[in-house]
């Protein structure tokens, strides 16, 4: 059985909980209290937990002796366990109220085949049904996940090293920093090449982040174990002053939240110059302003097109952003890659100055929106459809580049423009402009021919059935 197969069963086992009016991001939750204890017991790395409540001594209690037992569990974890378990299980609790359904999510996880899935690797079981989470509209959980390909083409872009510190301010399920941790360890040979020190700062420093729900962030916690990694992951609001915290970022790699904030209140950071209700404007300010002042310090940001175009703190934010960092490249995204269908969102690649003015002299914009297929569930994304634009991003000589969707903009044309970025985009071949029509004249004259003929042909035709008709 694979691992597929196993996320397709733990899924499955939803349907159990369906009378106990659960949500499935409620029970992707839940699995997760339960899981950790299983997946312990079969990495062997069980002494953390206390021993009254390991996996085993779970998995013996049944009915309502089993509920209650699970209950006490929770909370005894969640308040008395130290470092990570105590994280992972804080503010737990348990939404099933019946102890057979229970009874049964524990023995099906318990039958199920961990050989196979630990060759496979319990961290990519435990990412498939995060995945299978987020495809599933009813949960809601979309808003969290940023289609996997788009990740791995951004990683590879940024191409994160050892040694350098990585951040995700609006981690979610810490999904970037797997992938930025997977790259180096795909280079690595796991990391064994790598001093021992070395190794140890890959697994304890080198990948950060913030999740303001908490949910989530338990989510984001387990994630990071099970592909061993121990940097912090905070809980918390990065536009508030936690956040302030967070700098000398080697690379940021994120998909920040979209919207403003409830009530239109802005961000309480005091170092952040222009205060805005827009969340993406804001966050934009904090992921360049954390970026070591090294010339090297780079980043990747999911942003909707709003960021773009937005007036006065807008357009401030961009100019701030042009003259503290190289603003070399934007990505224009199809349409139908996320959870929310007509969103249009675009990637901000750019790298830190050493120093604070003018070091965007130009942008590259790469149209991969305008005449592209329709994305979706039937259609989805892969990395193949970011080739041509790879091939752009990392030709060495850009300009060289023969692709209609590759466009460049100078610093001075940007500004003309009120400091708008919303460019790049190429004609959309579903619209005819005027210019496309022929001269109006010219096609008059063009149908009164063509209806002069279809006349004469028709008077030719009565003028020989009429003659037909006599000759009877």
């Known amino acids: 059985m694979n691992n597929a197969e196993i996320v397709a069963k733990l899924w499955n086992l939803c349907n159990v909980l369906r009378d106990d009016g659960i949500t499935y991001h409620q029970y992707v939750s839940e699995l997760t209290y339960i899981l950790f204890l299983k997946m312990a017991k079969e990495t062997e790395t069980e002494e953390s937990i206390p021993a009254d409540y390991r996996w085993d001594k779970l998995a013996a209690k049944e009915g309502v002796e089993l509920k209650a037992f699970y209950r006490r569990l929770l909370l005894d974890l969640g308040e008395h366990s130290q470092g990570r378990i105590r994280q992972i299980y804080a503010g737990a609790n348990s939404n099933i109220d019946e102890p057979k359904n229970l009874e049964k999510i524990i023995k099906s996880i318990d039958a199920l085949d961990w050989y196979s899935a630990k060759e496979e690797g319990l961290g990519n079981l435990y990412e498939g049904l995060l995945e299978k989470n987020a495809n599933e509209k009813k949960s809601g959980a979309g808003q ?78 387990m994630n990071a174990m099970l592909h061993d990694i121990d940097g912090d992951i905070l809980l918390g609001d ?57 010339g ?130 190429i004609r959309d071949a579903s619209i005819v402009d005027y210019e496309d029509l022929q001269d109006p004249i010219s096609s008059g004259e063009e149908i009164a021919d063509q209806l002069e003929e279809a006349i004469d042909l028709i008077r030719s035709v009565v003028k020989e059935l009429k003659h037909l008709g006599g000759g009877r």
């Open 144 to 221: 969290y996940f940023t289609p996997r390909p788009l990740i791995n083409v951004m990683v590879q872009l940024l191409d994160p090293q050892p040694g350098e510190r990585c951040n995700d301010p609006a981690c979610g399920t810490f999904g970037f920093m797997i992938a930025a941790d997977q790259h180096i360890k795909n280079r690595t040979d796991k990391l064994f090449d790598l001093p021992e020190a070395a190794q140890e700062f890959q697994r304890k420093q080198a990948f950060s982040g913030v999740e303001l729900v908490h949910d989530t962030h338990r989510l984001a916690l």
């Open 238 to 294: 990065t536009l508030s002053s936690l956040g302030a915290k967070c700098k000398d970022y080697d690379v940021v790699l994120t998909n920040p939240p979209f919207g403003t904030k409830q009530g239109g209140e802005r961000a309480t950071r005091d170092d952040l110059v222009y205060l805005t209700s827009n969340k993406q404007l804001n966050f934009l300010q904090h992921i360049y302003r954390s970026l070591k002042r090294s």
């Open 296 to 425: 090297q310090a780079r980043a990747a940001v999911v942003l909707p097109d709003n960021v773009l175009f937005q007036d006065n703190d807008g357009q401030n934010i961009r100019a701030d952003l042009m003259d503290k960092c190289d603003l070399h490249t934007i990505l224009r995204l199809p349409t139908g890659i996320f959870y929310a269908q007509g969103v249009k969102t675009n990637v901000l690649f750019f790298t830190r100055g050493k120093t604070e003015k003018d070091n965007t002299k130009e942008v590259w914009f790469y149209d991969l929106r305008t005449n592209m297929q329709n994305f979706g569930k039937t259609n989805p994304l892969s990395e193949a459809h970011f080739a041509d634009f790879i091939t752009a991003y990392t030709a060495a000589d850009r300009g060289a580049v023969q692709d209609e969707r590759w466009n460049k903009f100078t610093r001075d044309e940007i500004a003309a423009k009120a400091n708008s970025l919303d460019l790049g985009l």
